[in-house]
C-alpha cells in the first residue's frame, strides 16, 4: 500500500517552511510505519515456504498440514503464494502436482458461488483463462447466478467478491455489470460507515 501524498495546493497555501516541515514529518512517518523492504520479503518468503511445505501429494491443501486437501484451502493458499511471487501453475512440491492441477481435476465440485469467485481469482493469478478450464466457463456461470438487482445471493460478501472475479478477468469497471453490483453494495452501507452480512 502506498500512502497518498498532500495535496500541493495545501502545501502551497501553508507556506515554504511549513510544507517543508509537514513533507519532512510525512518522510518520517511513512519510514517508521512501513517496514523496510527486505523484511516484509522476508517474513513474505517466510510465510510462502511454510505453504510451500504444507502442500498435500495431490498438489492441494488442507486446513492444516495433517489435513486433506479441499478446494477452499487450496484456493486461498494458491492467493497467498501469488501474493509472494510464487505462481499456482509452478508450485508442486511432491509427486509434480500443482495446484492449478488439483483445482481442475475437482473442478466438478465446484459449485457454490464463492468457490466460483474464488477460483476465478487464482485462476488469474496463475494466468489462465476461467472462462475456458476444464470444460467449463466460470465467468458465464458466475453471472448466471447474479441477481438482477446485482447482487450475488442478496449478501455483501458474495457481491463484494463477485466484482473482484469479474474485474479480474477482464470485465473493465466500466462494465454495466460491475456499475450495477457497485451501486447495490454502496446502498447497503450502514449508518456508521461499515457493512453487515447481508442487505
Do not use: C, K, M
Amino acid at each position: 500500500w502506498r500512502s497518498r501524498p498532500p495535496a500541493p495546493a495545501r502545501l502551497a497555501t501553508a507556506g515554504p517552511a511549513a510544507a517543508a516541515a509537514t513533507l519532512a514529518a510525512l518522510a518520517t512517518l511513512l519510514v517508521l510505519a512501513a517496514p523496510p523492504a527486505a523484511e516484509a520479503r522476508s517474513a513474505s518468503q517466510r510465510a510462502a515456504s511454510y505453504l510451500d511445505r504444507a502442500q498435500n501429494r495431490d498438489g492441494g491443501f488442507g486446513a492444516t498440514p495433517v489435513h486433506p486437501s479441499n478446494q477452499l484451502h487450496t484456493g486461498w493458499a494458491a492467493l497467498g503464494l501469488s501474493a509472494a511471487r510464487h505462481n499456482p501453475r509452478d508450485v508442486r512440491r511432491r509427486h509434480g502436482r500443482s495446484i492449478t492441477g488439483y483445482i481442475r481435476r475437482r473442478s466438478g465440485s465446484l459449485t457454490n458461488t464463492g468457490e466460483l469467485e474464488r477460483t476465478i481469482l487464482v485462476l488469474r493469478a496463475a494466468g489462465l483463462s476461467p472462462r475456458r478450464f476444464a470444460g467449463r466457463n466460470l465467468v458465464a456461470e458466475l453471472l448466471r447466478r447474479r441477481r438482477g438487482s446485482g447482487s450475488w445471493s442478496g449478501t455483501i460478501n458474495l457481491t463484494a467478491f463477485g466484482v473482484l472475479a469479474l474485474r479480474a478477468s477482464g470485465l473493465p469497471a466500466s462494465s454495466a455489470w460491475i456499475r450495477q453490483s457497485v451501486r447495490w453494495l454502496v446502498r447497503r452501507q450502514n449508518r456508521d460507515g461499515g457493512f453487515g452480512f447481508v442487505a
